[in-house]
């Protein structure tokens, strides 16, 4: 069904409001147009990219609750998380992080997402990885989105150790399957 721009614009922050983590390309669907005129259209709605709104809302509610390493250091960008449970993040696979000769993503980004992850869940100052054991499922191209899941399995006081676990989607599919062992100061 075609709508004029001003009920396509008013609909179009309603959908962004409630599904803030929505593509140009679901939206250009969903409303029939294309995807230049969403830009557009987000444009003169002063509203920001995706990434830039994904960014938005993890700086906003999870500054100051990440104690185990500062917040731009984590790679991607956290979108949920309740400390020592379970915790969310996002990355989208860019140019550098992928072999130049097949767009296949380097390991080490996959690695490094699920890995901060589960360091930032971590409800300590201090959070070290001491082991990790790894599988990587499917190769991930340009261009996706991988979202990492993590959630805590056990925590050990004796010890000082945590187990996480995080699994890395790109839409459904599971790519990566990471299980970590992380040292934390003892309580």
Avoid: C, W
């Amino acid at each position: 069904m075609k709508r004029n721009k001003k009920e396509r614009q008013a609909m179009l922050v309603h959908t962004i409001r409630e599904t803030p983590f929505i593509t140009d390309e679901d939206l250009a669907e969903k409303f029939s147009v294309s995807v230049q005129t969403i830009r557009l259209d987000r444009l003169e709605l002063s509203i920001p990219e995706l990434r830039e709104r994904i960014k938005n809302v993890a700086t906003k509610t999870l500054e100051d609750e990440v104690k185990a390493l500062p917040i731009e250091e984590v790679i991607g960008d956290i979108i949920d998380m309740e400390l020592d449970h379970s915790a969310i993040s996002i990355f989208e696979m860019q140019q550098e992080h992928v072999f130049k000769r097949n767009g296949i993503a380097r390991g080490h980004h996959l690695f490094a997402q699920a890995n901060s992850l589960a360091v930032a869940l971590i409800n300590d100052e201090l959070a070290l990885t001491a082991k990790a054991n790894i599988h990587f499922t499917r190769s991930v191209k340009i261009g996706e989105r991988i979202i990492a899941k993590a959630k805590v399995n056990h925590i050990d006081s004796k010890s000082g150790r945590t187990s996480v676990e995080v699994n890395s989607y790109v839409n459904s599919e599971l790519v990566f399957k990471g299980e970590f062992e992380m040292y934390r100061a003892k309580k």
